[in-house]
């Protein structure tokens, strides 16, 4: 495990596995989807120990703060060790906004869009 005094954003958030690879963390840098300390950050913002970065990728946030920086991917009983998670808590999966359907559920029949237009109010 290499540890060092100070790390890139991108890096450090693919080493932690907050991210798939590190091209998606660069990405989602550049489409400002990651903030550090408030601010947004371009890949090679640097991140020390006690820095906050949020995290905005799929249906949550999330909110981590900088315990160890590290620069090559490690595991994962490693990597949670790395940062300590602040992010809120998901929502229930009984939270479910009307209209919406489940993925791969087809197309709504003429019943189903009546019932969700008429949840929606329209």
Known sequence: MA???RARV???TWAVRLFPTRSAAAAACRAGHVRVNGDRAKP?????PGDEV???GGERERIVVVQRTVVKRVGAPVAVACYLDRSPAPL?????VPGERDRGA???TKRDRRLIQRLKGR
């Open 3 to 5: 540890e060092v005094t």
């Open 10 to 12: 991108d890096a450090w």
């Open 44 to 48: 090679a913002t640097m991140v020390v």
């Open 54 to 56: 949020h995290v905005r």
């Open 92 to 96: 229930p999966k009984e939270h479910v």
């Open 106 to 108: 087809g197309r709504p």
